[in-house]
């Protein structure tokens, strides 16, 4: 099967044709804001970082603003920098160039300031953006589509009818060749063991448990052991009756595959199929590290509610609870409700989440967009300095 | 599809079914999933909404599936269409990690 999608130079394609502006910094982020405003197509990264960080942090912020420039929902990108931050613009902007795609780099310290800088970098993304605007869409196979998987506001529905219905379309899409990413490692704690014996070789068995202890240790270093505290006394109240039961509620939403690879925090995953990626529970740094990684599409199943989307990927907003989809209708898209009032199975929910995923890849606006959620948390292990 | 479907089964492979309201001991649900044909199980137990029973007999000692995954182990014998919940499965408490 096929989306209508844009085909990139580097033989990537994506479901978006975005012109991006990333301040390198967040010295340079309000000159980023103004380039960008007013103009559709054109969406900036609210970044904080870029100076400051240290050690691993240094590489995790490259890396995730790089592959936000890199992802195939991008057609051109302008890097903003100040020019004294630790963070090299240029670097920055060298990196992205690599995909091919049209990367321009100024600087506020060079370019004469804060109005210069804006007015020039104005003009750049004018012409990209008219230069995008020639770009087709065209048919492009679904084993190309990266796929993010999030769930976040949990409640009794997400176990029961969203994940479980999100795991069916996980599973037609790997079907079709594509790719899923299951992530935010604390949330698989008590599921791990389950998980590993899916994965394609002990190696890759060995790098989700050592994640997975490596997010427990640090919790219990900030005084949250969260293996004692779950299944909590209202999970067994509402029927939860283990560690294993809860967790793996949670990451059924991507199916039921082999696992095929492990990739780090916003790293390119370089197989097909089922693939897992070592992120926080954060809702927003999450799906900034997938995106981050490459998925030109999420899919996000909530209970109680959330609004959040990418600055570059479509999220789908997919619930099990009426009343919620009645109150947030606004920041829903599907609602899976049926599952649980009986009136659908898991399966037709599943197909109905996956002809959304065609649909949204090929142009249709989700819910977070069309509020223009363009939600951006960077995902860091140390403080700044 | 005749009336209200009344319990989930997850994944073909599950060993248990959850009930989508309160369901009274003594009362016969149908349940299906996936492919297979539609079973009607008889509930030897009331069961409270959200919670599970058993959609077969489980000895003392034998995984308790959900979601095709086992969720944990029995403590006693389970018998169909009885209540799955803490007083008769115990999962594995110490990380996979340190297994």
């Known amino acids: 099967m096929t989306f209508q999608g844009f085909r990139r130079a580097d033989g990537l394609a994506g479901t978006r044709n975005l012109v991006l502006v990333i301040p390198s910094v967040g010295c340079s982020q309000g000159a980023a804001r103004a380039i960008a405003r007013g103009r559709k197509d054109a969406v900036y990264l609210p970044n904080i970082l870029g100076c400051g960080q240290v050690g691993d942090d240094q590489v995790l912020v490259k890396k995730t603003l790089a592959g936000f420039g890199e992802n195939p929902n991008v057609f051109s990108v302008l890097v903003v920098g100040n020019g004294c931050e630790t963070l090299n613009p240029e670097g920055l902007g060298e990196e992205i160039a690599r995909s091919g795609k049209r990367t321009e780099v100024i600087v506020i310290q060079k370019d004469g300031g804060v109005r210069k800088t804006v007015a020039l970098g104005r003009k750049i993304v004018g012409e990209m953006l008219a230069d995008a605007a020639k770009l087709n869409r065209e048919p492009i196979p679904l084993s190309e589509l990266i796929l993010g998987t999030e769930c976040g506001g949990s409640d009794y529905t997400s176990g029961l009818a969203s994940n479980p219905a999100v795991g069916v379309a996980s599973d037609m899409l790997i079907a079709e060749g594509g790719t899923v990413i299951l992530s935010e490692t604390p949330e698989l704690i008590g599921a791990e063991h389950l998980l590993a014996r899916r994965a394609r070789t002990p190696e890759i068995a060995r790098k989700v448990l050592d994640a997975v202890a490596w997010w427990e240790k640090k919790a219990i270093e900030g005084g949250q052991n969260i293996r004692e505290v779950n299944p909590s006394p209202g999970n067994m109240e509402g029927g939860i009756t283990t560690l294993e039961e809860k967790s793996l509620g949670c990451i059924h939403k991507a199916g039921t595959t082999t696992l095929e690879e492990f990739v780090p925090a916003a790293m390119r995953p370089t197989s097909k199929g089922l693939v897992y990626m070592d992120t926080p529970a954060h809702d927003i740094e999450q799906l900034t590290c997938m995106v981050a990684g490459g998925a030109q599409i999420v899919v996000f199943t909530t209970g109680r509610g959330t609004p959040p989307g990418s600055p570059i990927a479509p999220v789908i907003k997919i619930t099990g609870n009426r009343d919620t989809f009645l109150c947030m209708r606004d920041s829903m898209d599907v609602d899976v409700s049926g599952v649980v009032q009986g009136r659908q199975t898991v399966r037709d929910a599943g197909k109905r989440i996956f002809d959304e995923i065609v649909a949204v890849a090929s142009g249709k606006v989700t819910k977070a967009e069309r509020l223009g959620q363009r939600d951006f948390c960077i995902f860091k292990v140390n403080m700044n300095i | ?99």
Request: net charge positive.
């Open chain 2, 1 to 99: 599809m005749a009336g209200r479907i009344k319990a989930i089964v997850i994944h073909e492979k599950d060993t248990v079914a959850v009930a989508l309201e309160a369901l009274s001991a003594g009362s016969e649900v149908t349940v299906a999933c996936g492919e297979a044909l539609p079973q009607r199980i008889k509930l030897v137990s009331s069961i409270p909404m959200g919670h599970k029973f058993a959609l077969k007999d489980h000895e003392k000692g034998t995984p308790v599936i959900k979601y095709g995954e086992p969720i944990g182990t029995s403590t006693s014998a389970i018998a169909k269409g009885e209540h799955v919940h803490v007083h008769n499965v115990a999962g594995k408490k110490e990380g996979g990690a340190h297994a």
